[in-house]
């Protein structure tokens, strides 16, 4: 588990294609490593990684298929700057919101123009997603957790203070760029929850629908 608290950028050194899948060097720089051990889990643009070796100055870690399909990794390339989170504690101050490293989805930057000394960001989601995404709710973009300041369908916007900017590679995104997505932990655990007994059966359709919330009374 994480915060979404980013804690340092890393440098994507290395791309090996392993078998159809992928192993990867990340480059932690001022990330300290003394207190990470193999099997330990960074989040590297959200993506929650298993260390599989320390040579020293950063990590290897496997790339499964899966992670493939659903992140921005097959995009990566050498030299690309990424965020960097070690697993949270029980001592970690918790300043973000609860993060799994769990993609849900890939995300496009569709505006970015500044507001003051901060810069204004609308991120468009899978289709699929925008039932997660509300008004001053919490989200995670390439692992750094934020906070909704608007919702349009699928479009969220969101202000970016210049810390967050400086500690980040928010500063780098431009309209096109690619994100990583992870919506609230708990607002998909409520939609689990809502379908009650009904969870057990296959519906094909993979969550609530309105034909669904009609029948029970929500719509």
Not at 135 to 146: E, F, P, R
Request: aromatic share 6%; charged share 20%.
């Amino acid at each position: 588990m994480f915060t979404g608290i980013i804690e340092a950028i890393g440098e994507v050194v290395a791309l090996q294609p392993q078998n159809g899948d992928l192993r990867l060097r990340i480059k932690t720089h001022h990330l300290n490593l003394a207190d990470v051990h193999l099997g330990d889990s960074i989040a590297t643009n959200g993506v929650c990684l298993t260390v599989v070796d320390l040579p020293g100055d950063g990590y290897w870690a496997d790339v499964s298929r899966e992670t493939l399909d659903n992140t921005t990794l097959p995009g990566w390339k050498l030299g690309q700057r990424v965020n960097l989170e070690k697993a949270l504690t029980p001592q970690t101050r918790l300043g973000g919101h609860i993060v799994s490293g769990h993609v849900d989805g890939v995300g496009e930057v569709v505006k970015r123009f500044p507001d003051a000394r901060s810069e204004r960001f609308h991120i468009r989601a899978p289709k699929e997603l925008a039932k997660y995404i509300a008004h001053k709710g919490s989200i995670t973009v390439d692992g750094t957790s934020l906070t909704v300041n608007k919702v349009d369908g699928a479009v969220f916007e969101l202000n970016i203070v210049p810390h967050t900017l400086q500690w980040t590679i928010m500063d780098t995104y431009q309209t096109g760029t690619n994100v990583n997505l992870e919506v609230d932990v708990l607002a998909r655990y409520l939609e689990r929850l809502m379908l009650g007994d009904k969870a057990a059966e296959s519906s094909g359709q993979g969550g609530i629908t309105l034909e669904f919330l009609t029948k029970n009374g929500f719509a």
